[in-house]
């Protein structure tokens, strides 16, 4: 797909996923639009109107989200689900009065039912059972967003694609303690640790984590597979590659050079017990993998929170 020319809007633009799309569009050569929170609150369906109208966007990738990790998550349901389910439905309904002829949402693998019938979840399965509590009514907002895009697309034609992304690290990630993703989180505790790492659950629970400049090739590519016609809707983008919290921690550690003691405190919350994805449609469908191993893109984010802390004087 030729970007250049193509008039495009990226919501949460100077966030974290978003600003790595952003990014990625500027390698493609496009010129997109990067809002944030300063330029419209999309929780007020006016503003966002007014911004989207303004822009007028052919293609739009919406990023913007309230969110943070599981703590934040479990501390914080009302913002999570109520702040969320305002934020999509006010985008797309304005991407679609603003003449948008593809919309993207960024979604998340936390759609998924908490215990799944099959692993790694297919997307014919994302609707048959209840997220996971800690994160249930921010799940449901994707749901929600999924399922209303069906609707733009059959009713008014609004090309829609929803990448369903494992979970995300790297370069950019929150820092702030309460607002870290879970490898942000560890990779942070881990440097500060001086004799022993506690690491949250039990260990044993298992995640897919997928490096962040990668999901936004992997969304990129989902906006030029809807652009040229094929019908994405929600599609699964990670790495398919499932690995337990004490295996990431470990691997978390050699990255940082921490030679301490690892423990888990299980007085503290797993989260869904597995999370792995199939990506077998992303593969075939969109003839696109996800390139960075896990060990080179936590050397690659360790490298980059070093940078911050020296940045910082810390």
């Given at each position: 797909?030729?970007?250049?020319g193509?008039?495009?809007?990226?919501t949460?633009g100077?966030?974290f996923l978003?600003g790595?799309?952003?990014?990625?569009?500027?390698?493609r050569g496009a010129q997109?639009?990067?809002?944030?929170?300063a330029?419209?609150?999309?929780?007020?369906?006016?503003a966002?109107?007014?911004?989207?109208?303004?822009?007028r966007?052919?293609v739009?990738?919406?990023c913007a989200?309230?969110?943070?990790?599981i703590?934040?998550?479990?501390?914080?349901p009302?913002?999570?689900?109520?702040?969320?389910a305002?934020?999509?439905?006010?985008?797309?309904?304005a991407a679609w009065r603003?003449?948008?002829?593809?919309?993207?949402?960024?979604g998340?693998?936390c759609?998924y039912?908490?215990i799944?019938?099959t692993?790694p979840?297919p997307?014919?399965?994302v609707?048959?059972?209840?997220?996971?509590p800690?994160?249930?009514t921010?799940a449901?907002?994707?749901?929600?967003?999924?399922?209303?895009?069906?609707?733009?697309q059959?009713?008014?034609g609004m090309?829609c694609a929803f990448?369903m992304?494992?979970?995300?690290?790297g370069?950019g990630?929150?820092i702030e303690?309460e607002?870290?993703?879970?490898?942000?989180a560890?990779?942070q505790?881990?440097l500060?640790?001086p004799?022993e790492?506690?690491v949250?659950g039990?260990g044993?629970?298992?995640?897919?984590?997928?490096?962040?400049e990668?999901?936004?090739d992997?969304?990129?590519r989902c906006?030029?597979?809807?652009?040229?016609?094929?019908?994405v809707g929600?599609?699964?983008?990670g790495?398919?590659?499932e690995?337990?919290?004490s295996?990431?921690?470990?691997e978390?550690a050699?990255?940082c050079g921490?030679g301490?003691t690892?423990?888990?405190?299980?007085?503290?919350p797993d989260g869904?017990?597995r999370?792995?994805l199939d990506?077998s449609?992303?593969?075939?469908?969109?003839g696109w993998t996800?390139?960075t191993?896990l060990?080179d893109?936590?050397?690659q984010?360790?490298?980059?929170?070093?940078?911050v802390?020296a940045e910082?004087g810390g």
């Amino acid at each position: 797909m030729d970007w250049s020319g193509v008039v495009t809007l990226v919501t949460g633009g100077r966030g974290f996923l978003g600003g790595h799309v952003v990014a990625a569009l500027r390698r493609r050569g496009a010129q997109p639009f990067a809002v944030g929170s300063a330029e419209a609150d999309l929780t007020d369906r006016a503003a966002t109107e007014a911004l989207f109208a303004r822009v007028r966007p052919q293609v739009v990738i919406h990023c913007a989200v309230q969110g943070g990790g599981i703590g934040w998550m479990r501390e914080h349901p009302v913002e999570s689900g109520r702040d969320n389910a305002l934020i999509n439905v006010h985008a797309m309904d304005a991407a679609w009065r603003a003449g948008a002829r593809v919309f993207v949402g960024a979604g998340s693998a936390c759609a998924y039912p908490r215990i799944p019938a099959t692993i790694p979840f297919p997307e014919s399965e994302v609707w048959d059972g209840r997220p996971e509590p800690t994160n249930d009514t921010y799940a449901q907002t994707k749901r929600l967003m999924m399922s209303l895009g069906e609707a733009y697309q059959q009713q008014h034609g609004m090309r829609c694609a929803f990448p369903m992304l494992a979970n995300l690290y790297g370069p950019g990630d929150h820092i702030e303690p309460e607002r870290a993703h879970v490898v942000a989180a560890l990779m942070q505790r881990t440097l500060a640790a001086p004799e022993e790492l506690w690491v949250w659950g039990t260990g044993r629970a298992t995640r897919e984590h997928m490096y962040v400049e990668d999901a936004a090739d992997g969304v990129l590519r989902c906006a030029e597979a809807a652009a040229d016609g094929v019908d994405v809707g929600a599609i699964n983008v990670g790495t398919g590659v499932e690995v337990t919290v004490s295996e990431l921690a470990h691997e978390i550690a050699r990255a940082c050079g921490y030679g301490g003691t690892i423990r888990f405190d299980t007085t503290k919350p797993d989260g869904q017990p597995r999370k792995c994805l199939d990506v077998s449609r992303m593969t075939t469908e969109l003839g696109w993998t996800a390139p960075t191993s896990l060990a080179d893109g936590l050397d690659q984010t360790v490298a980059w929170y070093r940078q911050v802390l020296a940045e910082r004087g810390g």
